[in-house]
């Protein structure tokens, strides 16, 4: 599994007590050892955060992994060596941090089966769960512990991810430092201050994929009424997204100043971005990402239902 390297290009809305750059250290725990890592749930996320870390050369001994899928259970042991339970108690006992990685509508019913060791054991806990609240999390375990919210994104599982994290107020900066670190093992991890607004990262990064992926099905079907053979659409579109999304993260210019720097006046280029404009372009992604928002906000309401 190839990894991106895991740096920090532009970021609005860092919090000042968070961490802001965490480098990897060979031990962060009390007395020493490496923290022990207890992955609930072993479908995507926790297969692209254990490759992740364990190619950063974090002990797999050190890893726990529990589900109801035995095949996917088999794999990730077999594929990094970690330990795997069938039972989430047995994987989260004597574990420091606990990854929540099963779908939104099992996490409550997990929270309530391990609510009585997370009382006694007080880990650090870090929620996936989509549209899912820290309060949600913390009332369904129901003890006074460390939450970290976070919202990575599908690249996880090229090592590409983007992720948004927000913590509650039980959380120490060691601890938002290890959740940092547990996502930079598979991308980019910034803080948000405002825990509302991870349902603006949702519909921004969480979905972003998709608007990517639809933005080539367009640009490839454009072409292929041009003419151009869909096989070499595909490939130059595709190349052509990762050629544009490099020169964004290695840059260190913006968007606009990139964007103008291949736009002539009066030439191809313009042309097209004029259509765009007159179109409502801009207006039509401001108008599905602010309904992308709102619809995260209602699904996330619905869970207290
Ligand atoms: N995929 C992404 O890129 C992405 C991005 C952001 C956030 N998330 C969030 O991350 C979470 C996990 O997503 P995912 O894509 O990894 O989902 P996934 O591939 O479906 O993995 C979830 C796993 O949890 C298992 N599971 C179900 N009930 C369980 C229980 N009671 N105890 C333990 N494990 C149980 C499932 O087993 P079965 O196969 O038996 O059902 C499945 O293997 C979700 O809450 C999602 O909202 C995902």
């Known amino acids: 599994m190839a990894h991106a390297s895991a740096v920090v290009y532009r970021d609005v809305h860092l919090s ?9 250290a060979p031990s962060d725990h ?3 050892t490496m923290p022990r890592i207890a992955f609930i749930g072993s479908g995507n996320v926790a297969r692209s955060l254990i490759g992740g870390l364990v190619a950063l050369g974090v002990p797999a001994s050190t890893i ?21 339970h069938r039972d989430n108690q047995d994987a989260a006992r004597d574990a420091d941090i606990w990854v929540l990685a099963v779908k939104p509508q099992v996490l409550r019913v997990v929270c309530e089966e391990l609510s009585a060791l997370a009382r006694e054991q007080r880990p650090l806990i870090v929620s996936v769960a989509a549209g899912i609240t820290i309060a949600q999390v913390e009332r369904w375990l129901d003890a006074d512990v460390a939450v970290v919210r976070a919202m990575p994104n599908t690249p996880a ?3 590409a ?5 927000c913590a509650n107020p039980h959380a120490s900066s060691a601890q938002c430092a290890q959740a940092q670190r547990l996502f ?9 201050d405002d825990e509302t607004l991870m349902d603006t990262v949702t519909a921004t990064s ?4 998709a608007y990517v992926f639809a933005l080539v099905e367009a640009m490839q079907a454009a072409a292929q009424a041009q003419g151009l053979p869909s096989s070499i659409a595909q490939a130059l579109i595709a190349q052509t997204i990762l050629g544009a999304g490099r020169m964004l993260c290695e840059s260190g210019e913006d968007a606009a100043t990139l964007r103008l720097r291949v736009t002539s006046p009066g030439g191809v280029t313009a042309e097209a971005l004029k259509c765009f404009e007159a179109g409502g372009f801009r207006e039509l992604i401001a108008k599905g990402i602010a309904a992308a928002t709102a619809r995260g906000a209602e699904l996330s309401a619905q869970n207290d239902a």
């Open 16 to 24: 000042a007590q968070r961490p802001q750059t965490v480098t990897q």
């Open 30 to 32: 009390p007395d020493g």
């Open 64 to 84: 726990a992994v529990s589900g109801t899928n035995a095949r996917l259970r088999a794999s990730l042991a077999d594929d990094f060596g970690v330990r795997v």
């Open 157 to 159: 599982l090229l090592g």
């Open 161 to 165: 991810s983007a992720t948004a994290l």
């Open 184 to 192: 930079e093992a598979v991308g980019i991890a910034l803080w948000v």
């Open 206 to 209: 969480g979905s972003g994929p």
